[in-house]
């Protein structure tokens, strides 16, 4: 139901955009995100999106330097990532959930991001 894909190889400093296609659901009645789980390390959120009334939601490591967003008419999310660093490297989900709901109850199988020094 969700296929995440965009990932590549990326110098420090680089960009890449991550897209996340939905089927079987329709994008914007749910609530929509992004995660990420590097090596040795626990799966941590990114970033969120709520598109009525237009809510987005950053983790605080960011600082900035990703954005989300959607293309509804497409049932498609995307993960703009720029000013990557090394610590960016790690396999990115994307993952939706109900309104009501606490926990994100279906996921794609994610997409590697590797940021070389």
């Known amino acids: 139901q969700l296929q995440g894909c965009g990932g590549g190889l990326v110098q420090a400093g680089g960009s890449l955009r991550l897209s996340c296609a939905v089927s079987?659901?329709?994008?914007?009645?749910?609530?929509m995100g992004w995660f990420r789980q590097a090596p040795g390390k626990e799966r941590e959120f990114v970033a969120s999106?709520?598109?009525?009334?237009?809510?987005?939601y950053y983790a605080d490591f960011l600082e900035g330097r990703f954005t989300i967003s959607g293309d509804k008419p497409k049932n498609i999310m995307y993960l703009q990532m720029s000013s990557l660093k090394p610590e960016d490297t790690a396999v990115y989900y994307c993952a939706g959930r109900d309104f009501s709901a606490s926990n994100y109850s279906f996921w794609g199988r994610g997409t590697q991001v590797t940021v070389s020094s």
């Open positions: 999106i709520r598109w009525s009334p237009g809510s987005t």
């Open positions: 079987g659901r329709t994008l914007a009645n749910y609530f």
